[in-house]
Every structure is written in structure tokens, then in C-alpha cells.
């Protein structure tokens, strides 16, 4: 069945680093991909998502690109700020599945000053 | 503004309990999902439901039931709650049946079954 990888935790940076966070899928023919971002206490909210091959999908400084040739989708920012401390979910959703999200397991990302 | 809601935030339980979660969104989305956050694992899905009387099970979904009355709430119901459901529950909602759309969460309700 279809499913989602996501490189494993914690992720600790200083301010200003460079983000990545890897994202590999598995799924028959072609999903729409989404990276979802968890605050502290609070429930998921989109962060970004692309519909098909080569789109890039951007907020907020992130960016992903929808790699068919690699299924791939990795999480990239230039600089990341302390607020950006959060848990990143890399997701899923299947042609014809009606919007059911697989999500990966989430990568914790700590970001100190 | 439209937003989606859950409650309680917070519940304890007894193990064999009946436990309903309240899920209620003002968006008028007709697709509606309820998620188990646990760790190492994500989010997976218990049961969905694509519009008034519809409802479907998801990859987990033994020992829960959900029923849609109205546009509005996805109520689940523990049957007899058990240790292995304790867990964070995510509600969400979305606009579109295509796999393009974008899905609302709830802030999550914490379950503790002791």
C-alpha cells in the first residue's frame, strides 16, 4: 500500500542554518503531496503542497519539490528562525482517495538562538 | 471566521468505558476525518466520512464508531475503551473529494485510558 518516509528526529539547528528534512513516498500512480507543521499544543496546519511532477510548493521561506524520478518531496528552508521549532509532517494523498492522507511520523525540528 | 473545533481537550477514562470525542466544523465541508496521533508512528486514520449518512473505516478503526447526523459533526465513540487507545485524536474536515484538497485539523484531544 502507499506510504510516506520521513528521515528520523530530532533535528536540532542554530538560527540562520540551512533546513532539510527528507521525504520519500511510496504510492501507486500519482499523489498530490503535502508537508503539514504541528506547534506546540496545537493541531496541524498546512505548510505546503504540490498537485503533480516538478511542481515546487512554497510558504513562509519553505520550499518542496515534487520529485516523480526519486519520489521524493524534501522540506527545504535557507534560514530558519526559532519559530520554526515545531514537528514537520510529510503526507500523502492517492489519485481516486478521495483526500485520505498517509502521513509519515513527523520530524521534530529544535531550533536554538 | 470558519473554524473546526473539538472537545473535551482533555479526558480520563476507565478501561470498558464509553467514550465519545465531539467534533463540530463551521466550514460546511462535506468531508470530515478523524486521526490517531501516536508517537513514532504520525497521524492514521480511524474513520471518514464524505458527506451526511456516509461513513468509512480507515486503517485503524476497531473499537471506534463514528455516526453523520449533520454537516457540522463527526462525533467517535470508544466503544469500550482499552489502554492501546490512549492516544492524541485529531479531527479534521475538507472542502473537496479530490486528493488535491486541503485539510483543516482540529487542536487535538488527549486521551488517557486508565
Known amino acids: 500500500g502507499d506510504s510516506v518516509t520521513q528521515m528520523e528526529g530530532p533535528v536540532t539547528l542554530s538560527e540562520e542554518a540551512f533546513l532539510t528534512i527528507n521525504c520519500t513516498y511510496t504510492?501507486?500512480?500519482?499523489?498530490?503531496l503535502f508537508w503539514y507543521v504541528q506547534y506546540p499544543g496545537e493541531g496541524l496546519q498546512l505548510l505546503l503542497k504540490?498537485?503533480?511532477?516538478?511542481d515546487k510548493g512554497s510558504n513562509k521561506g519553505f520550499e518542496a519539490t515534487y520529485r516523480k524520478e526519486t519520489t521524493s518531496f524534501h522540506l527545504e528552508k535557507g534560514s530558519v528562525q526559532v519559530s520554526d521549532s515545531a514537528v514537520y509532517f510529510c503526507a500523502l494523498s492517492s489519485r481516486g482517495g478521495y483526500n485520505k492522507l498517509i502521513f509519515g511520523a513527523g520530524t521534530r525540528l529544535a531550533v536554538h538562538p | 471566521d470558519a473554524e473546526i473545533t473539538q472537545s473535551p481537550r482533555h479526558k480520563i477514562t476507565e478501561t470498558g468505558r464509553q467514550v465519545t470525542l465531539a467534533c463540530h466544523q463551521t466550514w460546511n465541508h462535506n468531508n470530515m476525518f478523524w486521526y490517531r496521533q501516536d508517537l513514532g508512528h504520525g497521524l492514521r486514520l480511524i474513520h471518514y466520512s464524505y458527506g451526511v449518512q456516509d461513513t468509512n473505516k480507515g486503517e485503524v478503526s476497531d473499537g471506534y464508531s463514528v455516526s453523520r447526523s449533520n454537516t457540522e459533526d463527526l462525533p467517535l465513540t470508544l466503544e469500550s475503551a482499552a489502554s492501546s487507545q490512549t492516544s492524541v485524536y485529531f479531527c479534521?474536515?475538507?472542502?473537496?473529494?479530490?486528493?488535491?484538497?486541503?485539510?483543516?485539523f482540529g487542536p487535538g484531544t488527549r486521551l488517557t485510558v486508565l
Open positions: 479534521a474536515s475538507s472542502s473537496l473529494a479530490g486528493g488535491t484538497d486541503t485539510q483543516y
Open positions: 504540490a498537485t503533480k511532477a516538478d
Open positions: 504510492a501507486t500512480g500519482y499523489p498530490s
